[in-house]
């Protein structure tokens, strides 16, 4: 229920940045005054504004999301010798990597994994699994929070998200056109837009939509090795290659990370066959390798 609340209140929050947006640059119609033509100026404008403000309207309210989502508890007093132990690490691994200290959490869930989120780079968040701070040795978790680290100091979530705003633009503007196109050809719709527009345009949509999410997919495992390597400078490369053998050993364990934080997470399980293409993370062994080589160092 928490989830469907949090996807609707993000959609009613995009519609109406989109809305205003729209209205203040006159965007009122994607179809020329004649009413016949497409107007593709207006259909680029308004494509881009529905395409960017969704994926930066989660960016920026991504830790509000991700507290409630993953129902991470937020450290603001440690209360145990681990939590004090987990703030001071993170303490030293944000001033090595020069961003400010970010908010540290842990999140109840028995499979190990820890995130990263938040729009500024001084202002994120850090969470970690029960799970890992239970079975995990000191520094393994140690290079697991370097690795978070790595991804708030790369800008990694504001990269992912103009990445995921820009291919939502193309997917948006092409499958309009499609729509279009398939309305005057096709249905001979003369003027405005008929029902076979609006049924072209989703089904086009999705498919595109399909498609480009390997683009950014591709992307989000790219970074993984970055904040691999991140984690590897920060912490220790053995201490990192250790952490991802642990995870690998655990990949049986049941995910409970929530979906919508998957690409987040430092571990997304197996993924196989064409399911790697629009997999956010790499194979657990090419990671491995990759820091053995010394590889996005």
Not at 242 to 271: C, W, Y
């Amino acid at each position: 229920m928490m989830r469907i609340g949090l996807f609707l209140l993000t959609n009613i929050a995009v519609l109406l940045v989109a809305g205003i947006v729209l209205s203040l640059l006159g965007i009122n119609s994607t179809l020329a005054a004649n009413g016949v033509d497409l107007d593709l100026q207006a259909l680029l404008i308004f494509s881009a504004v529905f395409g960017i403000s969704g994926s930066m309207v989660s960016l920026f309210i991504s830790k509000w999301m991700a507290k409630r989502a993953a129902k991470v508890r937020v450290i603001d007093q440690p209360r145990t010798q681990t939590e004090q132990w987990l703030m001071a690490t993170v303490r030293e691994l944000s001033t090595k990597a020069g961003i400010g200290m970010p908010e540290v959490g842990i999140f109840p869930a028995q499979q190990a994994n820890a995130f990263a989120t938040g729009w500024n780079k001084n202002s994120a968040l850090v969470a970690v699994s029960e799970g890992m701070l239970q079975r995990f040795s000191p520094e393994e978790v140690k290079a697991v929070m370097a690795h978070e680290i790595g991804h708030v100091a790369n800008g990694d979530m504001v990269t992912l998200s103009l990445v995921q705003g820009v291919v939502n633009t193309f997917v948006i503007f092409f499958s309009r056109i499609i729509g279009h196109v398939v309305d005057r050809v096709i249905f001979k719709t003369e003027r405005g837009y008929g029902p076979g527009y609006y049924i072209t345009s989703i089904v086009a949509q999705i498919v595109l939509g399909i498609l480009a999410s390997a683009i950014v997919m591709w992307f989000s495992r790219f970074r993984e090795y970055r904040a691999d390597a991140a984690g590897a400078r920060l912490a220790n490369r053995q201490g990192m290659i250790s952490a991802l053998e642990h995870l690998k050993a655990e990949s049986g364990v049941p995910d409970q990370m929530p979906e919508s934080m998957t690409a987040f997470g430092i571990n997304m399980g197996v993924r196989t066959g064409m399911r790697r293409m629009f997999a956010s993370h790499p194979p657990l062994d090419d990671r491995i390798a990759a820091l053995r080589e010394n590889r996005h160092a």
